[in-house]
């Protein structure tokens, strides 16, 4: 393992990973210390602690299973959690005050099938006292404009899910969760919505967003590695490609992933 | 509680149903088709003079059964697929408040159950002729609040059902046996005392006493009042137990 040792920050991975490793100036707009999340009897986190840095986008990346979902779920807050402590925005996860600040966009789109485009997103908007004007600009910020009067329900996969998209923007947070929010989109889509994150993280909204395709990591300012319900590492894309010896994220990813598995192994025996 | 959220939720809901005429159809008519159904039935019977007709009592109670039924199954499989696409778990991460939610859901389908109510009441009278002592006003606030009393049950339900298919299946739990004990096939004080006490804490009994209480009086009673008074009050408590099955935080 020649690589092993170059990694950037190669923790045990029960242990605590460094507040912010990363380096990024800023306040933190999340900050998690200890997280644990059981479900029944196996453990889907395991001891999470990190800080999520403001107004940058944080991509959190793993493998199917690996606990991205009950992560971003217990920063919004509907996630009961074990043990620890979530903190969005100054304040507890799941607090009332936090509701109007946080957009949580699911994997599945939930938005009404039997609605149109524009109802859809004047309700999701009407809780948020968003009215008519908010949502026709967010329906052109998500290129939906011409769907409007659609049916959710009749629209591609691709354009139902900027639909579930565009009900989590009218509310204008100041803390967007996304759970692979770019999945089953063509390229051309995908590179418009990553320039439209960076345009949001550049006006100062925090972005959290999963993804399993590591070519998408390279759009992050810092990135979040989980594997098995634990943080394997915090880092930037290029701490990743100089740890793992190859400008290929996938490629150092894996190389990351296994090392980790290595070390488990080895402890193990 | 929030009225404008609470308002928008009903528009949102109402234009739900907008989009499915096919159902709004089945809402408004099929209770004065089942209403016709049971007139030719009791068509051919003969009448000792002075004896009203069966289709006066069956007829009339049926205004209050038929609606509650309906709203009981449009409600239960509504909110469950409000539970099942996500849109409920993203809506509880929002401002909205749970009260907003479910009286925006009670308020939408009261219209839709007022607007039911008022077609079948009205082909009760006019159709098929149908003579009682008391105000047709009364029967069909009785209908709306029974159809609302459909509405707070499905809501509740539909917590408890995982699948459309089971919701299906709450009908003959909730609504038939409040349906077989509410009056209309045995006088309530015939039965024998046990099913006696249980028609006593079901909802259903008490539209259909005070639906006997307007056959038979041409001015409102304090039965009336009485039976008006249990029916929203069952409404309250079960759309309070609806609520509490809105978790904001699961597993």
Same mark, same amino acid.
Not at chain 1, 121 to 129: D, I, L, P, T
């Given at each position: 393992?020649?690589?092993?040792?170059?990694?950037?920050?190669?923790?045990?991975?029960?242990?605590? +990973?460094?507040?912010?490793?990363?380096?990024?100036?800023?306040?933190?707009?999340?900050?998690?210390?200890?997280?644990?999340?059981?479900?029944?009897?196996?453990?889907?986190?395991?001891?999470?602690?990190?800080?999520?840095?403001?107004?940058?986008?944080?991509?959190?990346?793993?493998?199917?299973?690996?606990?991205?979902?009950?992560?971003?779920?217990?920063?919004?807050?509907?996630?009961?959690?074990?043990?620890?402590?979530?903190?969005?925005?100054?304040?507890?996860?799941?607090?009332?005050?936090?509701?109007?600040?946080?957009?949580?966009?699911?994997?599945?789109?939930?938005?009404?099938?039997?609605?149109?485009?524009?109802?859809?997103?004047?309700?999701?908007?009407?809780?948020?006292?968003?009215?008519?004007?908010?949502?026709?600009?967010?329906?052109?910020?998500?290129?939906?404009?011409?769907?409007?009067?659609?049916?959710?329900?009749?629209?591609?996969?691709?354009?139902?899910?900027?639909?579930?998209?565009?009900?989590?923007?009218?509310?204008?947070?100041?803390?967007?969760?996304?759970?692979?929010?770019?999945?089953?989109?063509?390229?051309?889509?995908?590179?418009?919505?990553?320039?439209?994150?960076?345009?949001?993280?550049?006006?100062?909204?925090?972005?959290?967003?999963?993804?399993?395709?590591?070519?998408?990591?390279?759009?992050?300012?810092?990135?979040?590695?989980?594997?098995?319900?634990?943080?394997?590492?915090?880092?930037?894309?290029?701490?990743?490609?100089?740890?793992?010896?190859?400008?290929?994220?996938?490629?150092?990813?894996?190389?990351?992933?296994?090392?980790?598995?290595?070390?488990?192994?080895?402890?193990?025996? | 509680?929030?009225?404008?959220?609470?308002?928008?939720?009903?528009?949102?809901?109402?234009?739900?149903?907008?989009?499915?005429?096919?159902?709004?159809?089945?809402?408004?008519?099929?209770?004065?088709?089942?209403?016709?159904?049971?007139?030719?039935?009791?068509?051919?019977?003969?009448?000792?003079?002075?004896?009203?007709?069966?289709?006066?009592?069956?007829?009339?109670?049926?205004?209050?059964?038929?609606?509650?039924?309906?709203?009981?199954?449009?409600?239960s499989?509504?909110m469950l697929r409000?539970r099942t696409?996500?849109?409920?778990?993203?809506?509880?991460?929002?401002?909205?408040?749970?009260?907003?939610?479910?009286?925006?859901?009670?308020?939408?389908?009261?219209?839709?159950?007022?607007?039911?109510?008022?077609?079948?009441?009205?082909?009760?009278?006019? +159709?098929?002729?149908?003579?009682?002592?008391?105000?047709?006003?009364?029967?069909?606030?009785?209908?709306?609040?029974?159809?609302?009393?459909?509405?707070?049950?499905?809501?509740?339900c539909s917590a408890f059902a995982a699948t459309e298919f089971q919701a299906v299946q709450f009908?003959?739990?909730?609504?038939?046996?409040?349906?077989?004990?509410?009056?209309?096939?045995?006088?309530?004080?015939?039965?024998?005392?046990?099913?006696?006490?249980?028609?006593?804490?079901?909802?259903?009994?008490?539209?259909?006493?005070?639906?006997?209480?307007?056959?038979?009086?041409?001015?409102?009673?304090?039965?009336?009042?009485?039976?008006?008074?249990?029916?929203?009050?069952?409404?309250?408590?079960?759309?309070?137990?609806?609520?509490?099955?809105?978790?904001?935080?699961?597993?």
């Amino acid at each position: 393992m020649s690589h092993r040792a170059a990694l950037p920050a190669p923790e045990p991975p029960a242990g605590p +990973v460094p507040a912010d490793p990363s380096g990024l100036p800023g306040p933190a707009g999340v900050s998690v210390e200890g997280l644990r999340v059981h479900r029944g009897k196996s453990t889907v986190l395991a001891n999470i602690t990190c800080n999520i840095p403001e107004g940058r986008i944080t991509g959190l990346l793993g493998p199917s299973g690996s606990g991205k979902t009950t992560f971003m779920r217990a920063l919004v807050g509907v996630q009961k959690i074990t043990a620890g402590t979530v903190t969005v925005l100054g304040r507890p996860a799941g607090d009332p005050a936090n509701r109007h600040d946080v957009g949580y966009v699911t994997q599945a789109a939930s938005v009404y099938r039997d609605l149109s485009v524009l109802d859809n997103v004047r309700y999701f908007g009407s809780v948020h006292g968003a009215g008519r004007e908010e949502a026709l600009a967010v329906l052109n910020a998500v290129g939906l404009s011409d769907f409007a009067k659609r049916r959710a329900g009749d629209l591609s996969g691709g354009q139902f899910s900027r639909v579930s998209l565009a009900c989590a923007l009218v509310g204008k947070p100041r803390l967007l969760v996304l759970d692979e929010p770019t999945v089953g989109l063509d390229p051309v889509l995908r590179a418009e919505l990553w320039t439209q994150f960076a345009a949001m993280a550049a006006e100062g909204t925090t972005l959290i967003i999963s993804s399993h395709v590591m070519e998408e990591a390279g759009h992050c300012d810092t990135l979040l590695l989980l594997r098995e319900g634990m943080l394997l590492a915090q880092l930037t894309p290029e701490q990743l490609r100089q740890g793992g010896e190859t400008d290929d994220l996938e490629l150092a990813f894996l190389r990351l992933i296994q090392a980790a598995a290595e070390d488990e192994r080895k402890a193990a025996s | 509680m929030n009225v404008s959220m609470m308002w928008a939720t009903s528009r949102r809901v109402l234009g739900q149903l907008r989009g499915d005429p096919r159902s709004i159809g089945l809402i408004l008519v099929v209770p004065a088709l089942l209403l016709a159904l049971v007139y030719w039935l009791y068509q051919n019977e003969t009448l000792p003079p002075g004896m009203p007709r069966t289709f006066d009592r069956v007829g009339l109670m049926m205004l209050g059964i038929f609606p509650f039924v309906v709203m009981f199954l449009v409600t239960s499989i509504t909110m469950l697929r409000e539970r099942t696409s996500g849109t409920l778990e993203r809506l509880l991460t929002t401002p909205i408040h749970k009260a907003d939610l479910l009286f925006g859901y009670a308020l939408a389908f009261s219209i839709m159950a007022a607007l039911q109510a008022l077609v079948a009441t009205g082909t009760a009278y006019w +159709v098929f002729g149908m003579k009682i002592e008391g105000n047709a006003g009364w029967v069909v606030l009785i209908s709306v609040l029974t159809a609302v009393l459909g509405v707070a049950l499905g809501l509740l339900c539909s917590a408890f059902a995982a699948t459309e298919f089971q919701a299906v299946q709450f009908m003959p739990v909730v609504v038939i046996p409040q349906i077989l004990l509410c009056g209309l096939f045995v006088a309530r004080d015939q039965m024998n005392g046990v099913l006696h006490a249980i028609s006593n804490v079901l909802p259903l009994s008490y539209a259909v006493d005070g639906l006997q209480q307007v056959a038979a009086n041409a001015d409102p009673t304090a039965d009336l009042a009485r039976d008006l008074v249990v029916i929203a009050s069952f409404v309250v408590v079960v759309l309070l137990l609806a609520s509490l099955t809105l978790r904001r935080r699961t597993a």
